[in-house]
C-alpha cells in the first residue's frame, strides 16, 4: 500500500542547532514535494515546494532535499530558535491524475528549547 | 494570510443530525478543498471542487456531501452526523490545478455525541 513515514515522536533540540526532519515514502512517484508548517489549533502553512529533478531548495534558513531513488526528504532548520516550534508535515502530489491530489503525512512535532 | 473563512469554528452536534460547514474565500481562486485531520492519519483529502458545480470525491468521502454554487463558497454536509466524524475540518483552496501552493483556512473543530 502506499505510504508516507514521518517520526512519530517529538524532535527535541537546543536553540541554534540544526533540526533534521524525515520524509519517507513508499509506491508513490511524486512530481513534487511540499513541506508545510502548523502550529497548534491552526491549519497548515505552506513552507517549501521541491520538484522530482532537484536536489536541494533552500529559503532562508530552511533547507529541502529530496531523493527519488531513496524515495526520501530531508527538512532542515538552520539556527533553530523556540519560535520554530511546530509540527511539520510532508505532503507528496500525486499528479497522474492532472489535478493536484496531496497525500500528507502525519507530521513531526518539533520543539527548539532556549 | 489567505482570505479563508470557516464556519462554524466549533460546534457539538448529536449523532444523526445534519451538519453543514462552511468554506468562504475572498481569493477568486478556481480549487477549493475540504480535508480532515484526525491524530495517526494526518490530513486526507474529503472532497475537492474544481469550480463551480463540479466537485469530486476524495480519500474518505464516504458520509460526507459538498456543494459549490459559487466561486467563493464550498460547503460540506454530513447527512447524519456519526461519532467517527468528530474531526478538525480544514477548507483550503488554490489558484492553478497543478504544481503550486495550497492555503489552508484555520479549521472547524466538530464534535459529534
Known amino acids: 500500500s502506499q505510504k508516507i513515514e514521518q517520526n512519530s515522536e517529538a524532535l527535541n533540540i537546543q536553540e541554534g542547532k540544526t533540526a533534521t526532519l524525515t520524509c519517507n515514502y513508499t509506491?508513490?512517484?511524486?512530481?513534487?514535494l511540499q513541506w508545510y508548517r502548523q502550529d497548534p489549533g491552526r491549519g497548515p502553512v505552506f513552507l517549501l515546494l521541491?520538484?522530482?529533478?532537484?536536489k536541494e531548495k533552500r529559503k532562508e534558513r530552511l533547507k529541502v532535499t529530496f531523493d527519488t531513488t531513496l524515495k526520501q526528504s530531508l527538512f532542515h532548520i538552520t539556527a533553530s530558535q523556540p519560535a520554530d516550534s511546530a509540527t511539520y508535515l510532508c505532503a507528496l502530489d500525486i499528479l497522474n491524475t492532472g489535478f493536484q491530489k496531496l497525500v500528507f503525512g502525519t507530521g513531526t512535532r518539533l520543539l527548539v528549547s532556549p | 494570510d489567505a482570505g479563508i473563512t470557516q464556519s462554524p469554528r466549533h460546534k457539538v452536534t448529536e449523532t444523526g443530525t445534519p451538519v453543514t460547514l462552511r468554506c468562504h474565500q475572498t481569493e477568486n481562486h478556481r480549487y477549493m478543498y475540504w480535508y480532515r485531520q484526525d491524530p495517526g492519519h494526518g490530513l486526507r483529502l474529503i472532497h475537492y471542487s474544481y469550480g463551480v458545480k463540479d466537485t469530486d470525491k476524495g480519500e474518505v468521502s464516504d458520509g460526507y456531501s459538498v456543494s459549490r454554487s459559487k466561486t467563493e463558497d464550498f460547503l460540506l454536509t454530513l447527512e447524519s452526523a456519526t461519532s467517527s466524524q468528530t474531526s478538525v475540518y480544514f477548507c483550503?483552496?488554490?489558484?492553478?490545478?497543478?504544481?503550486?501552493?495550497?492555503?489552508f483556512g484555520e479549521g472547524s473543530w466538530l464534535t459529534v455525541v
Open positions: 521541491i520538484r522530482e529533478n532537484e
Open positions: 509506491n508513490y512517484s511524486p512530481a513534487y
Open positions: 483550503a483552496i488554490s489558484e492553478t490545478k497543478g504544481e503550486n501552493t495550497i492555503y
